[in-house]
Each structure stands twice: as C-alpha cells, then as structure tokens.
C-alpha cells in the first residue's frame, strides 16, 4: 500500500514570496491533515479536511495561509506572503476516517526554509 | 486546552539500557493516547496507543500504560537497541470537534552500541 506523497521535499525562499505544497492521501482515506512543525517542537494541527470539507481550521493563519482538497483526494498548502516564521516542516497525514481512536498515517513532510 | 508534556531530551543510552520516556497530558474528558515515532529522515509513524484508562499499548517491546489517575502515559522499553535511536512522541486525541492529534515537543533518543 502506497503511503502519504508529498511535495516537494524542500523549499527555499524569500520572505514576501508565496509557496504551494501538495499532499496525496492513501488512497480511500476521508480525512487529511496539515501540520506544521517548527524545529524542536511537536506537530500543530493546521487544518483538518473531512472528504473535501473543513473540519478544523482554528490554527490556520488565514491571513497568509490558504489549504484546499479538490474532489476529495489531493490537497494543495499555500503560504501568501512567507514570513521568516514559516520556517518549518509541513506534514501531511491521513486516516481512513475522522475520530480518536483512529490512526494517522504521516507523509514524509516539505522542509521549507524562508530567508 | 488540552495539552501534553513530555521530558527534555536528548537521551542518550547504551545498547540493552532501560529506557523511560516521561508523558504527562491535560485534556477534558477521556482521550486517546499515543506515541509516535520519528527515525531519522523519515515521517511520523505510529508507535503505540492507548484509548482508555488501563489499557497498555505495545509495540516493538515499547509499552505504555493509560493511567488516569496521574494523566500519564510514559513509553518504556526494557533493552533498547541502536535501531531505537529517533526522535518520539506523545500525543492525544480527545472527544469531540475535530479530535485532532495534539503533540509533545518530542524526545530524541541516541542508543550507542
């Protein structure tokens, strides 16, 4: 069974300039996630999608950042400016459905690096 | 909120040492409890869970207990390995909204051989 795609695996860029990440899910998973983790600290939840609806998008800086699942399967992360702070690794995971007990299977994550 | 806490790092242990991992939480009503674990240059997998109070999660000769009465859930393992040496950590998932997974800091263990 194919995991969590993601890309790219690294990015650099300019403060000021604009990024896309792009996360493919196992396949027949309903739920994704994107969370960010700074270095030396746990994952935060972004944003949660159940099929191609938000569950969760509390801790989404919406002012710069903007996350989307067309169709109910892939999903695109973008951050409109960068700001130096959005240096992190971008995590993508998905779990066949949404709840407590379910597992969340995690991506390999985008290093993004902003100077 | 709901939160987790778990001990600085690094750790650093000899091959066939005790291995503890302290996890304390804060949540409202009764979470799921988890540890995941990171090897180097590769995601986040499941190591363990736990969705009770008394439940024991076990994997790869990791264990933790759910224990309510002192909001805990510390990963031990009995003799570690060179293999063992990645970053871990706690989690919880709790009822209700979104029920999204919220994270210790993570504790990176080296084993030498």
């Known amino acids: 069974e194919a995991g969590v795609a993601q890309s790219p695996r690294y990015k650099i860029i300019e403060k000021r300039q604009s990024v896309a990440f792009w996360c493919n899910p196992i396949?027949?998973?309903?739920?994704l996630y994107w969370y960010q983790q700074i270095l030396g600290q746990g994952p935060k939840l972004l944003i949660q999608?159940?099929?191609?609806?938000?569950?969760?998008d509390s801790q989404l800086p919406k002012d710069r950042f903007s996350a989307e699942r067309l169709k109910g399967v892939d999903s695109t992360l973008k951050i409109q400016p960068a700001k130096l702070e959005d240096s992190a690794v971008y995590l993508c995971?998905?779990?066949?459905?949404?709840?407590?007990?379910?597992?969340?299977?995690f991506g390999p994550g985008t290093r993004l690096t902003v100077l | 909120g709901n939160s987790v806490t778990q001990m600085e790092g690094p750790v650093t242990l000899s091959e066939e040492a005790f291995l503890t991992i302290n996890c304390t939480y804060t949540a409202t009503g009764y979470p799921s409890l988890f540890w995941y674990v990171q090897y180097p240059g590769e995601g986040l997998q499941l190591l363990l869970k736990a969705t009770k109070a008394d439940d024991k999660g076990s994997n790869k000769g990791f264990e933790a207990t759910y224990r309510k009465e002192t909001t805990s859930f510390h990963l031990e393992k009995g003799s570690v390995q060179v293999s063992d040496s990645a970053v871990y950590f706690c989690?919880?998932?709790?009822?209700?909204?979104?029920?999204?997974?919220?994270f210790g800091k993570g504790t990176k263990l080296t084993v030498n051989p």
């Open positions: 396949s027949g998973h309903a739920t």
């Open positions: 995971a998905s779990s066949l459905t949404a709840g407590r007990h379910n597992e969340q299977f």
């Open positions: 999608f159940q099929n191609n609806g938000v569950v969760d």
């Open positions: 989690a919880l998932s709790s009822q209700g909204g979104s029920e999204k997974l919220v």
